[in-house]
């Protein structure tokens, strides 16, 4: 089983829809979330971290985390076509060199 | 501000062919990563070192080398080219001293072995 799961998708869905992501993950040592955005031929960029359980928000987008469950949640809110990429989840423990990944999900949002 | 830049961005080769992957940062992060992404795989770790002439073996380290001797590069070499090393290859690299270990990709090169 991988330390970090994520649905691959793909996820299509129409302009002005709320697109909804999330990760699952097995190692409780895990405090810092990302959530990175890669668009088709580019590297991936950070979208947002966060610490610990809680949310976060900035902008169109929320990330949420619940250590309880060990599940990470990405919301888009008003998508657009623009955000048509794929988005990975990643984590790692306080002060760790590595980050764990998921597979990302494939994201196209419909004119 | 140039950040962190992957050369070449598309390479072709043949089997057991060496070839060689740079990666070069401008910000003098201490670390820096390879990882291959493939379908169904995502990112995988290959090597990472956290500063000059210090290099580790990552997830999936089989058939590759590094070497660090300057903090800015960073290049990955396939001592003899195999087909199932066709993949998207990046760099990445981070600052020592933050907690949340934020990474900075570069734009990928795309690596086919026929």
């Known amino acids: 089983q991988k330390e970090v799961e994520q649905d691959p998708g793909p996820l299509s869905v129409p302009e002005g829809a709320i697109v909804s992501l999330n990760c699952t993950y097995s190692?409780?040592?895990?405090?810092?979330f990302m959530w990175y955005r890669q668009y088709s031929r580019k590297g991936p960029e950070l979208l947002m971290y966060?610490?610990?359980?809680g949310n976060k928000e900035d902008g169109r987008f929320t990330a949420q985390v619940d250590k309880s469950s060990k599940y990470i949640s990405l919301f888009i809110r008003d998508s657009q076509p623009s955000d048509s990429a794929t988005y990975l989840c990643?984590?790692?423990?306080?002060?760790?060199?590595?980050?764990?990944f998921g597979a990302g999900t494939t994201v196209t949002v419909r004119a | 501000d140039a950040g962190i830049t992957q050369s070449p961005r598309y390479k072709i080769t043949e089997t057991g062919r060496q070839v060689t992957l740079m990666c070069h940062q401008t910000?003098?992060?201490?670390?820096m990563f390879w990882y291959r992404q493939d379908l169904g795989h995502g990112l995988r770790l290959i090597y990472y070192?956290?500063?000059?002439?210090?290099?580790d073996k990552g997830e999936v380290p089989d058939g590759y080398v590094v070497s660090r001797s300057k903090t800015e590069n960073f290049p990955l070499t396939l001592e003899s080219a195999t087909r199932s090393q066709t993949s998207v290859y990046f760099c990445?690299?981070?600052?020592?001293?933050?907690?949340?270990?934020?990474?900075?990709f570069g734009a990928g090169t795309r690596l086919s072995v026929l």
């Open positions: 990445a690299s981070s600052q020592t001293g933050t907690a949340e270990n934020i990474q900075y």
């Open positions: 990643a984590m790692t423990e306080n002060n760790d060199y590595k980050l764990s």
């Open positions: 070192s956290a500063a000059a002439d210090i290099t």
């Open positions: 910000w003098s992060h201490s670390y």
């Open positions: 190692n409780s040592a895990f405090q810092y």
């Open positions: 966060t610490y610990s359980s």
